[in-house]
């Protein structure tokens, strides 16, 4: 019983994802830090429903989400309600290391940062899943989501490893299937109706990381 409830858990589903980054957004477009991190937990599931290969990603990504948790439920929580408090928070503090790392390797602004460069990778890449044709390769998708986006920010090694993860990816259909929405439209509706949203947040908090400057952080 206990297994199969562990295994429940780790069911990725879609429409959660949908809902939560639904959440995500304050009526004048501040970004919620509780449920960001609700968002990237269902997108882990959806990495670690492919096996290894994305391991890479969401082994980072756990971390990433555990530091921020530990912010948000901190003394000073009240300060990472939002992106942008914390933002002006941890930079009014001098919480943040702008040009070397220093003090501050887990600050909250430079540990979303990591998170918000992988969201950009995951919205091309599901976004080229949903307009693809059935036999397009969803290796070479991938690659191309990765290369326009973390790559950028990745060493040589990881680079290269990723580059042969990709090339072991199962179709398309496989994907598909691990969403748990239904039929082959249903899951292109969902994801039509998912991807803006994540678009959104992901503009939002980009926009407001080039507004100061921190978007190379070390």
């Not at 670690?48 to 929580?77: M, P, R, T, W, Y």
């Not at 979303?112 to 080229?128: D, G, K, V, Y």
């Not at 509706?189 to 070390?218: F, K």
Request: hydrophobic share 40%; with cysteine; net charge negative.
């Amino acid at each position: 019983m206990a297994d199969s409830v562990a295994s429940e858990d780790q069911r990725f589903s879609l429409q959660e994802v949908l809902d939560t980054f639904k959440l995500c957004l304050s009526q004048n477009k501040e970004v919620y830090l509780e449920h960001y991190v609700a968002g990237w937990r269902g997108l882990i599931k959806f990495l670690n429903c492919l096996g290894s290969v994305f391991g890479f990603i969401s082994k980072d990504a756990v971390n990433k989400i555990q530091i921020l948790v530990n912010h948000l439920n901190g003394e000073n929580g009240s300060q990472y309600v939002t992106v942008q408090s914390m933002v002006k928070y941890e930079l009014d503090s001098e919480l943040v290391d702008l040009t070397k790392r220093g003090g501050h390797p887990e600050s909250g602004c430079r540990t979303l940062l990591r998170l918000h460069r992988a969201l950009r990778w995951l919205e091309l890449f599901l976004e080229r899943l949903r307009t693809s044709g059935e036999d397009c390769k969803t290796s070479a998708m991938c690659a191309e989501s990765y290369n326009e986006s973390l790559a950028q920010h990745h060493a040589w090694v990881i680079r290269k490893a990723a580059g042969l993860a990709f090339c072991v990816l199962p179709g398309r259909p496989a994907f598909f299937e691990v969403m748990n929405v239904g039929s082959p439209e249903q899951v292109v509706a969902m994801l039509g109706e998912a991807l803006p949203l994540i678009s959104e947040v992901y503009q939002i908090t980009e926009e407001l990381y080039a507004q100061h400057n921190l978007l190379d952080l070390p």
